[in-house]
């Protein structure tokens, strides 16, 4: 019971301060920093070796994502003075705050994707 009450308070809260939870949502929540963010959290990683990881993942969309989060304090760049010049990328304290929540998040699409593809199929058959 005491779960459930302190969601409540947690939907309320978030619903009184929309202004606050809505754009920082939107940082962390799009297409590739949850996934970025998983493969560096762990040990820092050159540029080449993120978009090897994160298969399907463009040039361009991985340097700008990689920007924002340097830009949101959830990610450093370090240059190192390799030849030719190389680049990594590091988590912050502030980003591995994120590792626990994303980690369940991803917990979760393990285990309920399937159901969730599923449904879709469902959903799709029946013309909706």
Sequence with gaps: MDQYTDLEMLSCRALDD???VRPVLDKIADKWTI????????KPSRFN??????????????????KRLERNGLVTRTVLPTQPIGVEYAITPLGHSLRQPFEALCAWSLENGPQIEAAAVRFDKAGK
């Design 49 to 66: 070796e993120i978009k090897r990881r994160l298969n399907g993942i463009t040039h361009k969309a991985l340097s700008d994502a990689l």
């Design 35 to 42: 996934l970025i963010l998983t493969v560096i959290c762990p």
């Design 18 to 20: 929309m202004a606050i």
